[in-house]
């Protein structure tokens, strides 16, 4: 598990602790969404003395985390499942631009060819994250880049990571 802290700078702003998950056999860092709890401080003087008890808040809701990873490995989908969380997934990322049938989402690695829904969850999120082929309107395939704004990363994975714990809760 692992804790964001993104947008700590500047000093003028404020910043949000949240939760993830970070998984060693792709290095994805996935986000937890609005299911768990985050905390938003004030950047300022005393933000020091506040992120103590930010971060006890949020180790608070690992075992809470852990029970959904736990339901997400254990719940296997049909692949008419599949293909809703892929449909839903790819509006998450490219709006109505692009339809889910026009994106690549295949297993990097082995680890990733499963049917249950922590699997196709990282297999998705990492297609869309790290970019993947995409076929545009004008039926030509085109290799889509990787995200690489964090405010943008870290809002896509909190909504993938909804999407997925819909699907347990």
């Known amino acids: 598990y692992t804790l964001y802290l993104p947008d700590a ?3 003028c702003s404020s910043f949000k602790l949240q939760l993830g998950i970070f998984r060693l056999v792709c290095s994805n860092g996935l986000v937890v969404g609005q299911v768990f709890e985050s905390v ?3 950047h300022t003087r005393k933000a020091l003395i506040e992120l103590e ?3 006890e808040k949020m180790v608070a809701q690992v075992a809470k985390l852990d029970e959904a990873l736990d339901k997400m490995k254990s719940r296997k989908l049909t692949p ?3 293909q809703s969380f892929y449909e ?3 509006k998450v990322r490219y709006g109505d631009k692009v339809s889910a049938n026009d994106v690549s ?3 990097r690695r082995t680890e990733d060819t499963g049917t249950d829904l922590f699997t196709v969850y990282n297999r998705v999120q990492e297609a869309l994250i790290r970019g993947s082929q995409v076929r545009g309107l004008n039926g030509r395939v085109r290799q889509r880049r990787a995200i690489t704004n964090i405010g943008k990363d870290i809002s896509i994975n909190a909504q993938l ?8 809760a």
């Open 105 to 107: 989402i295949i297993a």
């Open 80 to 82: 008419d499942e599949i």
């Open 88 to 90: 839903k997934s790819v």
């Open 161 to 168: 990571f909804d999407l997925a714990y819909d699907m347990v």
């Open 9 to 11: 700078l500047p000093i």
């Open 53 to 55: 008890p930010a971060i």
């Open 40 to 42: 938003v401080t004030r």
